[in-house]
Nanobody, 118 residues
Framework: VQLQASGGGLVQAGGSLRLSCAAS????????MGWYRQAPGKERELVAA???????DFADSVKGRFTISRDNAKNTVYLQMNSLKPEDTAVYYC?????????????WGQGTLVTVSS
């Protein structure tokens, strides 16, 4: 599975961005798609995740500001980020968790940089 992320960039505080991540290749059964982020000097953290059953999980710091959605036909997951804050600045990575005949697999996109200026 290959993941292609896009949509990062520079935005002022209070602004919005939408990240997209398209999965392609030999896809069996996607259990969940999501986004993680890593700020300089910090560990990678979960931002938002969406399971195949429709359940969502968000980091406390983004609740009420970010939403996650998926286009199943396109195997694409979106992260809509509103009311952005400088502390949202990070490299954002999309993630796919998949069940395959060989077991569960995790795939990562290449990362897209989001910079929020104050």
């Amino acid at each position: 599975v290959q993941l292609q992320a896009s949509g990062g960039g520079l935005v002022q505080a209070g602004g919005s961005l939408r990240l997209s991540c398209a999965a392609s290749g030999s896809i069996f059964s996607i259990n969940a798609m999501g986004w993680y982020r890593q700020a300089p000097g910090k560990e990678r953290e979960l931002v938002a995740a969406l399971t195949s059953g429709g359940s969502t999980d968000f980091a406390d710091s983004v609740k009420g500001r970010f939403t996650i959605s998926r286009d199943n036909a396109k195997n694409t997951v979106y992260l809509q980020m509103n009311s952005l804050k400088p502390e949202d600045t990070a490299v954002y990575y999309c993630n796919v968790h998949e069940s395959t005949p060989w077991g569960n697999m995790d795939y990562w996109g290449q990362g897209t940089l989001v910079t929020v200026s104050s």
